[in-house]
């Protein structure tokens, strides 16, 4: 798979109900962060990860980050109908001077009320 | 709480016209991007500047494209030429220079749609 890969590609579930999706990547990393994109529209920045960290909380979103598996996760809890979304994982790749950020193909969320 | 803004919305023009997206980043940011997500496709990134000039770019930032900071706020990408496959949304992106350069996060606008007829 490419850098910053998430899965699964789309998730149902209902309301109050707990959501989970991962992100794999390739390459070494600086960080990992997530956003949220409702449809067509622009990218909300959900939380920032870095290599060193292995856990992050903000609200109802907890995010952990494995380097030897590079791999990520995403986890909301007690999902809301507006939640419903797609969610992608970014890398920031460690390549010498780089900024450019990778974006997976992305999680398709819906949370049905 | 400071935002990109980006505009138009939506951009409509003909194959072969020149079109100019506008952004205006957050204020006290110095680092400045260009991305585009083809329907369907993942976000993928074009160019980054700094400092009055790029810093990197894709392969997909060919001749056709241009980026400018023209004044204090705005920051433009300029595609000369149009071709139907420049079809996408655009989004700006802007990252503050705080406790080190890789450890910033990048604020994203709400993208502008272009439609290449």
């Known amino acids: 798979s490419q850098q910053g890969e998430e899965d699964p590609q789309a998730l149902s579930i209902q309301e109050g109900e707990n959501a989970t999706m991962n992100c794999s990547y390739k390459?070494?990393?600086?960080?990992l962060q997530w956003y949220r994109q409702n449809s067509g529209r622009g990218l909300v920045h959900l939380i920032l990860?870095?290599?060193?960290?292995r856990e992050k909380h903000s609200g109802r979103l907890r995010v952990t980050l494995d380097t030897s598996k590079k791999s990520s996760s995403l986890l909301i809890t007690a999902s809301r109908a507006a939640d419903t979304a797609s969610y992608f994982c970014?890398?920031?790749?460690?390549?010498?001077?780089?900024?450019?950020?990778?974006f997976g193909k992305g999680t398709k969320l819906t949370v049905n009320p | 709480e400071p935002e990109v803004t980006q505009t138009p919305s939506h951009q409509v023009t003909q194959m072969g016209q020149e079109v100019i997206l506008r952004c205006v980043p957050i204020?006290?940011?110095?680092?400045f991007y260009w991305y585009r997500q083809i329907l369907g496709q993942k976000v993928e990134f074009l160019v980054s500047?700094?400092?009055?000039?790029?810093?990197?770019k894709s392969e997909i930032f060919d001749d056709q494209f241009s980026v400018e900071r023209p004044d204090g706020s705005n920051f433009t990408l300029k595609i000369r030429s149009t071709k139907l496959e420049d079809s996408a949304m655009y989004f700006c992106?802007?990252?503050?220079?705080?406790?080190?350069?890789?450890?910033?996060?990048?604020?994203f606008g709400p993208g502008t749609r272009l439609t290449v007829l």
């Open positions: 992106a802007s990252r503050g220079a705080t406790s080190g350069k890789h450890t910033d996060t990048q604020y």
């Open positions: 390459t070494s990393i600086n960080n």
């Open positions: 990860i870095r290599s060193n960290e």
């Open positions: 970014a890398t920031d790749p460690a390549q010498g001077g780089s900024e450019k950020l990778v």
């Open positions: 204020s006290n940011h110095l680092y």
């Open positions: 500047f700094y400092n009055n000039e790029i810093s990197e």
